[in-house]
């Protein structure tokens, strides 16, 4: 099993920054891709950004060029700062790791990005 818990969600004004972060814990070897998902209320969860083992990351084209996914193999977190933020950037924000077939989730960070 592989534990893992986000953090550093909150209020924001828009064109603010945040950084979330995601810690693994368990038994986290051979974790493949992190990344993070959104979920805004009535809508369904969509891919924000992946990285993978080796660094490679992909992004939602709706983040590209305001959001950038990192990794710390070290202390077995991802990040995702968030610059820019705009009100539709408002939902909560989910973590997860691939781990062979399957696919852990932490249990979410709200991001409020209002005036």
């Known amino acids: 099993q592989v534990q893992l818990v986000e953090s550093g969600g909150g209020l924001v004004q828009p064109g603010g920054s945040l950084r979330l972060s995601c810690a693994a814990s368990g038994r986290i070897f051979s974790i493949a891709a992190m990344g993070w998902y959104r979920q805004a209320p009535g809508k369904q969860r969509e891919l924000v950004a992946v990285?993978?083992?080796?660094?490679?990351?992909n992004y939602a084209d709706s983040v590209k060029g305001r959001f950038t996914i990192s990794r710390d193999n070290a202390k077995n977190t991802v990040y995702l700062q968030m610059n820019s933020l705009k009100s539709e950037d408002t939902a909560v924000y989910y973590c997860?790791?691939?781990?062979?077939?399957?696919?852990?989730w932490g249990q979410g960070t709200q991001v409020t990005v209002s005036s």
């Open positions: 990285i993978s083992s080796g660094g490679s990351t």
């Open positions: 997860d790791a691939v781990q062979g077939t399957r696919v852990y």
